[in-house]
């Protein structure tokens, strides 16, 4: 039984971010254009074509459950944040849930709080 193996083959069936965007808020004017997940490593950039994951309604937030891929240092940044029509932004760090905001122009990078979470705590 190899763990890790599971967890790569799991993520390899999710379906790439980028055909989950725009992600637009039904009944609403909000739309979520673009995401882009700081590797929790090496604090690279990484773009929706290389996220898998997708989005799931739940009551008024749009659920983010994906992982974000690394090829330099071959991480795998797990990413769960829950994404409000109005701009709420909650991502989930190591201690729990972060508030913030997202903005409807700007790329987001969910985990850059997250990652400044964990260096400001050692
Ligand atoms: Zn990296």
């Not at 599971?6 to 055909?19: A, F, G, K, Q, R």
């Not at 690279?44 to 739940?58: M, P």
């Not at 201690?95 to 260096?119: A, D, H, M, N, Y």
Request: with cysteine; proline share 5%; charged share 20%.
């Amino acid at each position: 039984m190899n763990n890790e193996n599971n967890v790569l083959t799991y993520i390899d069936s999710l379906p790439p971010l980028c055909h989950s965007l725009p992600y637009v808020f039904k009944g609403t004017e909000a739309k979520i254009e673009n995401i882009v997940v700081k590797c929790a490593t090496c604090g690279a950039e990484i773009h929706s074509s290389n996220i898998r994951g997708s989005f799931s309604l739940l009551g008024q937030s749009a659920t983010l459950l994906a992982y974000a891929l690394c090829y330099a240092d071959r991480t795998i940044t797990p990413v769960e944040a829950r994404f409000g029509s109005s701009g709420e932004l909650l991502t989930k760090g190591p201690e729990g849930w972060i508030q913030g905001r997202w903005c409807r122009e700007k790329p987001i990078s969910v985990l850059t709080k997250i990652k400044e979470f964990i260096q400001g705590g050692k």
